[in-house]
């Protein structure tokens, strides 16, 4: 059952997020994980939930025909969100906005192969009211199986 | 008011705990920034509460004599505490625990001067059952003027 | 990806609660689908999460030395619970207590045999407060794959 | 005080959602217990509430000439909402959408007649991505003095 | 349905706390209007709510014996609380204490006499960490139908 | 560190709400307090916070060139806006609208004059359905250095 401390997935996809130079490394890419990265900016919170959930779909880290993999997915996001939005998801219904990256890694890190697949969305970037220069940096992570 | 992008005090405060080596570098410590690590596990959320404002006054981060500082700082764990918990900062009401690190971070990350000191506080470990392997990574940041 | 609507895990779940004689079918059965029943009254929220976890594992609901399993059931469990409360997870922190018969269900509510195993939690009881007789009642399903 | 275990008001609105056929016994007709049901899918949380108070007004389950009831009514409803959403009330705003069954009861519960009128809202049915088959069961149930 | 301008029973509950000597007029005593009032510090947000029900009780604002006056007292009272704590009715959880005093304020607000009698519960005090003096002030309202 | 209990920055924006007459003392003038009011109605949560934030601006409450002003308006609003709406910040999505007076008060509550300036922000009027009269009173008030 334990992580394994040199495949920590949340790691993984906050570093992505954090260095734009890094990727996931020859060791866990022959493990079998994936990643992807992403832009998003938006005062609508679905918009953000919708820019992860298209990337995932297209960069072939969900299979889209699978609507345990879309489950698995979305909660994986609005944890990452709850992170960002500090509990409430709320962003332009409270007046106020994002500009995020994103990154999601899917791979298994725990030491038992059994524990199969898992899922981490990052999210990372500024947050504040809608006009230029008010705001300050924000993050989310969310973990799941899939 | 824009941020500076060369001085991002959440990334500082996250980098401090994703990479163990990593410190504030000698710039940022000529512009009179402050930091401050510790570790804190438990299935009370006070206790990570408590934890982290006893770093904090016992490193010199905020001046317990004010109010002022030890509410801005309050908050801040509250909002670091909001990401690692997704939303309701419930541990051990809910039959979970947490093992963490945090940092400590005091500057202003802001172009314009007249911005003031800012904190921010980040958390990072893993989050799950109170039984040694259940739990997955988990992170939160918080960001507040002081 | 539709559910079937002859096979819908959260209507079995809440049915063996509201019916004391309900089982599953023979057809749910020969299907592969598991359920078991148990009950719990308490001012705690994490003796109820505990309460539905020991009795998931004790009927073989869920295989236990895996993460994945128990992650799944946890956040199933706190869906469910999140409907009895109405949201906030709180028994006796405000002053409120609970009597609950809770069912678990394991299966696949899909027409696509690659949707795999989900899993549905019920709660179905009284809450109220620490008095004999001050109560309504509360009901709650979570639902997850696992 | 104590609830009537045969004139349960929460499982009566249960039970007339997830059995099509159900409908309140003549005992309880004549008891002047008074029941409707009605559909409504949709993204926004506002319109499933109005679906709910216009099916409550047409129906002749509250009077809309007195706010006291319609107070009653629009706690019940969100009660009911925060089950369905576990917890949050969102809908459209967090991309996700829903399809239910309501049913709404009124009548007296308790054994003393003293307790005078209650109000059950049950809401069964999916909750899910805007796509078609990307969903899975969800309810809720709230209930309040009148 | 409208409010009584002159008769705002939010407004009496939230004056007798702020000023000392406030008092309920006579017009309001020849109506039937009642009202008490009480103190309460703790750390414990449960022994907020006991504190004010037991007022509630000993002063005869409501009927014991009727659950269904208890449940409108408590709804009410966790209402006045969530302002309090602004959101999540958590004190010594997240290390936190208030000093409240509290009112009662029972009475029709509404000029149709078939409004009925309604409720309300102001808090007003202190909020902050459990350290004399680090404190601000805080309040609550709770509005509901009896 | 203690609040100054003729100097109380809450109970000062309480009062200007609650009595139409009410203005700050000349002692509080002399202090350098300042404060304003005006009036909000929406069924939108962020057209209350825009109506805030735009009289501070206007009325010289804070400075628009300081984003930590801002900030501190925008949690102090916020903060409110969880007391009028009991926690969740909603209005429209959930199907209601409120009619609002707020008023804002700056100035330091604290016998320590190194406690420096803090902010409040009250909200007091009627929540209710998008009917006229169909509403209760509501209030709110947050509060937070700046």
Redesign the interface.
């Known amino acids: ?3 394994d401390r040199d495949h ?4 993984e996809a ?2 992505i997020l ?1 260095q734009p130079e890094k990727k996931l490394s020859k060791e866990l890419i022959d493990l079998g994980w994936r990643s992807c990265k992403g832009k998003v900016g938006s005062m ?3 918009k953000v ?2 820019a992860v ?1 298209t990337a995932a779909k297209n960069q072939g880290m969900i299979d889209p ?4 993999e ?3 997915l ?2 994986t996001i ?2 990452a ?3 960002v939005t ?5 962003l ?5 906005t994002v500009g995020l990256t994103f990154s999601i890694v899917r791979g298994n ?2 030491k ?1 192969e ?3 697949e ?1 899922l ?1 969305v ?1 999210l990372y970037g ?1 947050i ?2 809608p006009v ?15």
Not at 8 to 11: A, D, E, R, S, V
Not at 86 to 90: F, I, L, T
């Open positions: 059952m334990p992580l920590l997935i949340g790691k906050l570093m954090l609508d919170a679905h939930v919708a959930e025909q699978l609507y345990r879309t489950h698995a979305y909660h609005i944890e969100l709850s992170g500090r509990g409430n998801n709320q332009g219904t409270v007046l106020r890190p725990y038992d059994r524990e199969g898992w981490a990052a500024t504040g009211a230029k220069g008010l705001e300050h940096e924000t993050i989310g992570l969310g973990i799941n199986h899939i």
